[in-house]
C-alpha cells in the first residue's frame, strides 16, 4: 500500500534528517537568543528595551515564509556571494524563533516575586546562590511547557524552508510525488511522521504541566 | 555590503508590480476571512463536543483536534491539494481537478480546518474557567443541556477567550502565506514573483512585510473594539 514510500524510504528518511538537523539549530541557537532577548525585554534600560521590543513586535506580525525569502535574499548582499538554501533557513529561523522564546523567558522572569527573592536572601544566601537554587529552578520548571510546545512549532515550522528549495522532508516527499503520483500515501506518510513526533512530544509537555500543577508552582 | 547592490524601491509602486501587490493583499484578506468563518464556526462546535458526556463524541473529537494540531500546515494543504481530488475516486477526482481556482478553495478550506482545532483548544479553555456552579445554576433554571451550551456557556466562554483568539485572528492572516506553496497568488506569492521579475526581492519582501503590519495593526484594532464592546463587566484586568 505504501509501495512509493518504501521504494524511496533512504530519500525521504534523508529528507527528514535534514528537517532534524535544521530544528536542532533553530531551537539551540532561538533559544539562547530568546534568552537574551527575554532579558532585554525586563531591562529598564531603555536604549536595550525599546530596540529588542520593537524587533519582537515586528517580526511576530510577519509571516515565517516571508521572513525566510527575506534572508535568502538579504544575506548575499551582505557576504558578498550566493548562499546555500540551509545557512540562510538557519538565520532565518534563529531570528524569527528566538522572539517567541523571549516572550516565553520574559514571562518566566516575571513570575519570580520580590518577596521570594528577599526571603532567599534573608536566609543568608548569595544572589548567585539565590539564582543558583531559587529562582532559574523554579522559573525553569514554570516555563519548561510552553518550552516544549513552542519546539513542536519551531519543528513543524522547518518545513516552510520548502520555499526556498532546502531539500528537507516535506520537498522531498514533493519530489517523489512528482515522479510517482501517489499523492495520498507520500503526504499522508509525511503527515504521520509529523504526527507521532510532536504527539509524543505534546503528551511531554502536558506531562510537566501536570507535575508542575501538582508542585503548585504553576 | 559585499555585493554591489543597487537598490531599486520603485518595485513597490511602478506598474505592473504595485498592482502585484495590492492584488496579493486582496487575496491574502479575502482568504484570510473566509478561513475565519469556517475555523471560527467549527472550532466553537468541536471545542464544545470535547467537553460533553458522551465518551465516544469526546474521543473524536479529541483526535480531530490532535491531528490538526500535530502536523505542520504546509503538509495539510498539500494533501488536501494534491491527494484530496483523489479520495473521491477516480471519475470525481477528474472533475474536482477542472474546477478553476481549485487551489484557492483548497486554501480557505485547508487553512479553516487547521485554524478551527486551535480555536477548539482555546474553548476548551473557556469552558475550563467557567465555574461549576455556573453550569448547575444555569440547569437549576430549567434549562436543557443544549440550551445551556447554546444561550449561556458558549456565550460567556466565547466572550473570556476575546485575547487568544485575538491572536489567532493575527495568525491566520499570517498563514495565508503558506497557501503560496499550492500556487495561491497571495502576497508573498506576489513579493516572490516581483523578484523572479526584477531580482529586486527584497525591496519586495520588506515591502509585503510593511503591509503585513499594518494589516496586523488593523486587526488588532478590530478586535479592540469587539473586545471593548463585549467585556464582561466586573472582571479584573480585562
Do not use: H
Given at each position: 500500500m505504501f509501495d512509493a514510500v518504501w521504494g524511496n524510504l533512504s530519500y525521504l528518511m534523508g529528507g527528514l534528517w535534514v528537517t532534524a538537523k535544521l530544528a536542532f539549530f533553530a531551537l539551540t541557537g532561538g533559544i539562547f537568543?530568546?534568552?537574551?532577548?527575554?532579558?532585554?525585554?525586563?531591562?529598564?534600560?531603555?536604549?536595550?528595551?525599546?530596540?529588542?521590543?520593537?524587533?519582537?513586535?515586528?517580526?511576530?506580525?510577519?509571516?515565517?515564509?516571508?521572513?525566510?525569502?527575506?534572508?535568502?535574499?538579504?544575506?548575499?548582499?551582505?557576504?558578498?556571494?550566493s548562499i546555500d538554501p540551509f545557512p540562510s533557513a538557519v538565520v532565518s529561523f534563529i531570528v524569527f524563533e528566538a522572539t517567541y522564546f523571549g516572550e516565553i523567558f520574559r514571562a518566566g522572569y516575571q513570575?519570580?516575586?520580590?518577596?521570594?527573592?528577599?526571603?532567599?536572601?534573608?536566609?543568608?544566601?548569595?544572589?548567585?546562590?539565590?539564582?543558583?537554587?531559587?529562582?532559574?529552578?523554579?522559573?525553569?520548571?514554570?516555563?519548561?511547557?510552553?518550552?516544549?510546545?513552542q519546539s513542536i512549532v519551531t519543528f513543524q515550522d522547518t518545513s516552510l524552508a520548502f520555499v526556498i528549495g532546502l531539500p528537507e522532508f516535506v520537498r522531498r516527499a514533493s519530489i517523489v510525488d512528482n515522479l510517482e503520483?501517489?499523492?495520498?500515501?507520500?503526504?499522508?506518510?509525511?503527515?504521520?511522521?509529523?504526527?507521532?513526533?510532536?504527539f509524543i512530544g505534546s503528551r511531554i509537555s502536558r506531562h510537566y504541566e501536570e507535575k508542575g500543577r501538582k508542585a503548585n508552582i504553576l | 555590503m559585499g555585493l554591489a547592490y543597487k537598490f531599486d524601491w520603485s518595485v513597490l509602486w511602478r506598474q505592473p508590480y504595485g498592482m502585484w501587490l495590492l492584488k496579493?493583499?486582496?487575496?491574502?484578506?479575502?482568504?484570510?476571512?473566509?478561513?475565519?468563518?469556517?475555523?471560527?464556526?467549527?472550532?466553537?462546535?468541536?471545542?464544545?463536543?470535547?467537553?460533553?458526556?458522551?465518551?465516544l463524541v469526546r474521543f473524536v473529537s479529541t483526535t480531530y483536534v490532535e491531528v490538526f494540531r500535530n502536523i505542520p500546515l504546509i503538509v495539510q494543504l498539500f494533501f488536501w491539494y494534491y491527494?484530496?481530488?483523489?479520495?473521491?475516486?477516480?471519475?470525481?477526482?477528474?472533475?474536482i481537478n477542472h474546477i478553476s481556482?481549485?487551489?484557492?478553495?483548497?486554501a480557505i478550506i485547508g487553512l479553516g480546518l487547521y485554524t478551527s482545532s486551535r480555536i477548539a483548544e482555546h474553548m476548551r479553555a473557556g469552558f475550563a474557567s467557567i465555574g461549576r456552579d455556573q453550569y448547575q445554576a444555569v440547569l437549576s433554571t430549567g434549562m436543557t443541556r443544549v440550551q445551556m451550551y447554546r444561550y449561556v456557556i458558549i456565550p460567556y466562554a466565547l466572550r473570556l477567550i476575546i485575547p487568544p483568539i485575538t491572536t489567532e485572528f493575527l495568525t491566520i492572516f499570517k498563514n495565508t502565506s503558506v497557501a503560496m506553496t499550492i500556487g495561491v497568488a497571495e502576497l508573498t506569492f506576489q513579493s516572490y514573483q516581483i523578484d523572479a521579475e526584477t531580482f529586486h526581492g527584497l525591496e519586495a519582501t520588506t515591502g509585503a512585510m510593511i503591509i503585513y503590519l499594518f494589516l496586523g495593526l488593523g486587526v488588532v484594532k478590530f478586535m479592540g473594539l469587539i473586545e471593548s464592546r463585549v467585556r464582561i463587566r466586573g472582571l479584573v484586568g480585562r
Open positions: 537568543l530568546g534568552i537574551l532577548v527575554g532579558l532585554a525585554r525586563i531591562s529598564k534600560r531603555k536604549w536595550i528595551y525599546y530596540p529588542i521590543t520593537i524587533y519582537v513586535n515586528f517580526l511576530r506580525n510577519i509571516p515565517l515564509i516571508l521572513v525566510i525569502f527575506w534572508f535568502y535574499f538579504v544575506m548575499p548582499i551582505i557576504i558578498g556571494r513570575t519570580i516575586s520580590t518577596d521570594l527573592v528577599n526571603a532567599s536572601y534573608s536566609t543568608g544566601m548569595t544572589y548567585f546562590k539565590t539564582a543558583r537554587y531559587i529562582t532559574v529552578p523554579i522559573a525553569f520548571r514554570r516555563m519548561l511547557p510552553s518550552l516544549i510546545t503520483v501517489a499523492s495520498i500515501q507520500l503526504f499522508g506518510f509525511v503527515g504521520i511522521v509529523f504526527f507521532i513526533i510532536c | 496579493g493583499l486582496g487575496l491574502t484578506i479575502v482568504i484570510g476571512l473566509s478561513a475565519w468563518v469556517i475555523a471560527l464556526s467549527l472550532g466553537i462546535v468541536i471545542g464544545t463536543l470535547r467537553v460533553t458526556q458522551y465518551r491527494a484530496g481530488p483523489m479520495l473521491f475516486g477516480e471519475t470525481l477526482s477528474r472533475e481556482g481549485l487551489n484557492f478553495y483548497v
